[in-house]
DNA sequence: TTTTATCTAAACCTAAAGATTTAGAAAAAC
DNA sequence: GTTTTTCTAAATCTTTAGGTTTAGATAAAA
């Protein structure tokens, strides 16, 4: 919890320096906050980040020179508890979900009320993640819409479930990248009997090679069984 | 957006019978709505669900005889519109982030105010996603600290860094299962050079063969660097 | 009871992959 | 200006991998 007898320590990251000039002044008119650095460079703002280690640092995600994501991610690499929140100008779905994956701990549109931007602040100081509603909904259909892709590809016509209980066992050391001999080990049947039963494999999931049925196991939400491998005593 | 001259048809899916009248008689206070049915088990609420093509679900997930995450993953694969909100006990993550992922667009611990079920049917309805402030705030924690898994261990002392940029072609081709010969063709360059290549990414990569190179690439944050493939002419 | 599916295994062959060495050319780093 | 890196390439050899056919044993299904 945030300790309300320190003031908020802040960094302000934006390449349009009005910009950055009015959120400065802005956050300056509350006592609870000291702005203590502010930089239109996205690479001077990682140093400043380095040499103050700020609580919040409020950084536009569109910029130039290094781009907003690439910064979240150097950011997160010095592994300090500065909590970033991003400012866009879009409230376009893939960049609010990849900024948030990214780790920012909130996301805030620049034609939004200035109130918001304390409020997501203060929200922010106190462990929470801040999306306004509308942000929020993109982000979850976008989260949802992406999962169910994935679902979609591991569901339609799945070759996989040709395969019988052994071949499936097969597949399963062949994604792990072990060979002929090795696998004929650890089933204890003979490496001839292995090569017949990838090759019934591959004739079912209609490849040439291992590569391609690993390729084709691991799209395809193929799943360890967790039973396999105690034929070896 | 919801019609408002029509009443929400609700369907109501919970084991606990007690529970399940609790609701029942909690939802037709309002008068907007209209339970078309109610059972306590996941398989007749599935066949309730494809008779009635309900507006909303609500459902228990914690459910002995088929858990409710599959029978989400059930609901999904029939295509409605229907829109799930998920009834828990426990606020545990990962089953609100499993939940959230496999499309439910709500999720209401039973013990809050009936209010938030009535506030939750509503946002729903209108196409919202309804998650309260304290679940929410779960589910973006566990979310990220997923992703950061991820990228930690695409970086941690990540071989594929050490690949040239050429190596890194090569490797981008063996990653979609392409023998040498053809992998010659693409890059036009000839057949033991694309050898000399790989078995450089082999050194590289501390592995015998492609099978484990792609393995490693896929497990290593490997992306495809999409300015490949245009040495074809 | 007789198919059918599954698991096992061998023989035989071809093609592809992998290991190793050597080496020229061009570009970048020192 | 010399060393290092990278990309290119060939030769040679060994080892897997892959394709095909045949077949016995068992268990389940028709």
Known sequence: MRDFN?????????????HL?????????????????????????????????PDIVLMDINMPEKDGLQTLQAINKLNLSTKVIA??????????????????????????????LINAIEEV????????????????????????????????????TSLTMREYEVLELLTEGINYKSIAGKLIISETTVKTH????????????????????LSHGFKPSKKTAMTAV
């Open 87 to 116: 400012l866009s100008g879009y409230d376009d779905a893939d960049l609010i979900y990849r900024a948030i994956k990214l780790g920012a701990k909130g996301y805030v549109l620049k034609t939004m009320a200035s109130v918001k």
């Open 21 to 53: 000039r009015g959120i400065k002044e802005l956050i300056n008119l509350e006592s609870s906050y000291d702005v203590v650095g502010t930089t239109t460079s996205a690479n001077l703002g990682i140093n400043l980040i380095k040499k103050y280690h």
């Open 198 to 217: 990838v090759n019934n494999i591959f004739q079912k999931l209609q490849v040439n090679d291992r590569t391609n049925a690993v390729l084709y196991a």
């Open 6 to 18: 320190k003031k908020l320590r802040v960094v302000l990251i934006d390449d349009n320096a009005n």
């Open 125 to 160: 100081a106190n462990g929470k993640i801040y999306l306004p509603s509308v942000l929020s909904t993109r982000f979850f259909e976008y989260f949802q819409s992406t999962a169910r892709e994935e679902e979609k590809v591991s569901e339609e016509e799945n070759l996989l």
